[in-house]
């Protein structure tokens, strides 16, 4: 069975730090693009970061650049990590993990970032 789930969530203090998790199972997990994702009650859900199957490639919303990177464990873990520097309020949110596997979207199930003072 295909499954994402994420972990590292939490409450922070403006300026803190967070390493979200994404561990990967029942599919072959190098092969695909993993994405991270955030939506907050009444907003879309936002794309925040997504790293190509091999690692080699990573891309960042505008809002995160210089502050959060992806990286992905290919050999021991299959597991996506962002890493989330300098947090601000405005990143608050569930944050979501993404594979996109014979052209159907796979999710996990969120793990909630606040960030608050």
């Known amino acids: 069975q295909l499954q994402l789930v994420e972990s590292g969530g939490g409450l922070v203090q403006p300026g803190g730090s967070l390493r979200l998790s994404c561990e990967g199972s029942?599919?072959?997990?190098?092969?695909?693009?993993i994405g991270w994702f955030r939506q907050v009650p009444g907003k879309e859900r936002e794309g925040v970061s997504c790293i190509s199957a091999s690692g080699g490639s990573t891309n960042y919303a505008d809002s995160v650049k210089g502050r959060f990177t992806i990286s992905r464990d290919n050999a021991k873990k299959n597991t996506v990590y962002l890493q989330m520097n300098s947090l601000k309020p405005e990143d608050t949110g569930v944050y979501y993990c993404?594979?996109?596997?014979?052209?159907?979207?796979?999710w996990g199930q969120g793990t909630q970032v606040t960030v608050s003072s």
């Open positions: 029942g599919f072959t997990w190098d092969y695909y693009a």
């Open positions: 993404n594979a996109v596997i014979l052209v159907r979207n796979y």
